[in-house]
């Protein structure tokens, strides 16, 4: 039972690291100026401007991969859809 419960949870964490994998995969092809230009080009709702997202992870998403991080000015959540073609 125990055991059971160990591996479900182990293959959650695998599928998620995948994921994780994918998505990064999926960013790291994309040309390094054209990454750069995404990271500076993020719209943040609190600041109502175009901002730079900062301390952000990837995730993968229907539609390419989501940005999820804060803004470099003030420090709220943001977040940006970069649409990649697989
Ligand atoms: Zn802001």
Redesign the pocket.
């Given at each position: 039972m125990i055991g059971r419960i160990a591996g479900q949870f182990v293959l959650l964490i695998f599928r998620r690291v995948v994921v994780k994998m994918k998505a990064n995969k999926k960013w790291v092809a994309l040309p390094k100026d054209i990454r750069n230009k995404l990271i500076q080009n993020v719209f943040?709702?609190?600041?109502l401007?175009t901002?730079t997202i900062v301390e952000f992870v990837i995730v993968d998403d229907p539609a390419g991969i989501l940005l999820e991080g804060k803004?470099?000015?003030?420090?709220?959540e943001?977040a940006r859809v970069v649409e990649v073609d697989e």
């Open positions: 943040c709702p609190h600041c401007d901002v803004c470099k000015n003030c420090r709220n943001v």
